[in-house]
């Protein structure tokens, strides 16, 4: 199914939490809404359901507008955050009870269709267990089973594995990513955790104050962000404010960041002119010959394969990505000098 937002906006009194959201997920995608807290991915959510209207706008799901139509005539699977699983039912009739509004699809019975969604999300034979018997992982593949259990035209996931631990998450992410491909059903999922965006997404949508404010694939996103703000928040990229000095013959330009000059292999300003842009973390290379940063370590975080550096450099905090760990450059207090070559730099709006 086609699922489109048109100018979607919900005001709450004075308060506005989507702000003319317009999207288009096609069928069978994988489409991911990330953004900060209050960014508006779980009012666009229940927006799409039918738990909230849209103050302006419209959802339409085929061409066909929602406006009007209740959440229970939509046939969307819903699973929220908090496995909601209903504790004094077993695992069979929590599945069970995703069937109140709709026979199974397929012509197989009840039953049938119960055993046939547990096998699919690997719980074959869990029907009588107490969902209190399980596992945070195994309760969320039960709310995902009832949420597929009446053969949903449309799946919502809002934050499904937040409350799951780290290995975990990456587990279920990969199962669910499995099973939404299996089925081929279009699926709206939301999180706030960008690395989760990336790893599962056909196309994501970065939300910001309830406005979208890039789509596309991961890749494109993460290496392409169009704005200051998708810099930062997705890959964590090194965001700098910047002068053009002079335009080089080779193409790109010459800028100032305060009193220091870097050269950029993109951009065609004229002189004179402000421009942002920014590098990833991963770039900003120790020794590097050419833009040169002499900072100040004021943080040093092991991470395994890699170690994240805070550097201060006159006032701006810059973030480094470094593979050896145990360098004894790597100080808090020591200086640092990074550097970044002229084509790693992204100018951004
Ligand atoms: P989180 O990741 O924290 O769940 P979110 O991105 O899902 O955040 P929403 O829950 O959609 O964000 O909220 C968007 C904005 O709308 C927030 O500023 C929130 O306070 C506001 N909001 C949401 N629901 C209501 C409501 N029922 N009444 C008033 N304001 C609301």
Known sequence: MKLELDGVSKRYGTATALDSVSLSVDNGEFFTLVGPSGCGKTTTLRCIAGFESPTDGEVR????????????ARNVGVVFQNYALFPHMSVGENVAYGLRFADPPGGVSRDERVSELLELVDLAGFEDRD??????????????????????????????????????????????????????VTTV???????????????????????????????????????????????????????????????GVEVAVGDQSFVLDTGDNSVGESLTFCVRPEDLHVDAEENQIRGTITDTEFQGATTRIRLDWEGTELTVVVADDGDERFQVGSELVVGFDPDAAHIVA
């Open 131 to 184: 969902p209190d018997s399980l596992s945070g992982g195994q309760q969320q593949r039960v709310a995902l089973a009832r949420a597929l259990a009446p053969g949903p035209d449309l799946l919502l996931l809002d934050e499904p594995m937040s409350a799951l631990d780290a290995r975990l998450r990456e587990r279920l992410r990969q199962q669910v990513k499995r099973i939404q491909s299996e089925l081929g």
């Open 61 to 72: 799901f085929d061409g066909e507008s929602m406006t009007g139509v209740p959440p229970e």
């Open 189 to 251: 999922y939301v999180t706030h955790d960008q690395s989760e965006a990336l790893a599962v997404s056909d196309r994501v949508a970065v939300l910001n104050r309830g406005r979208v404010e890039q789509v596309g694939d991961p890749r494109d996103v993460y290496h392409r962000p169009r704005t200051e703000f998708v810099a930062e928040f997705v890959g964590e990229n090194n965001v700098l404010h910047a002068v053009v000095e002079s335009r080089l013959e080779t193409g």
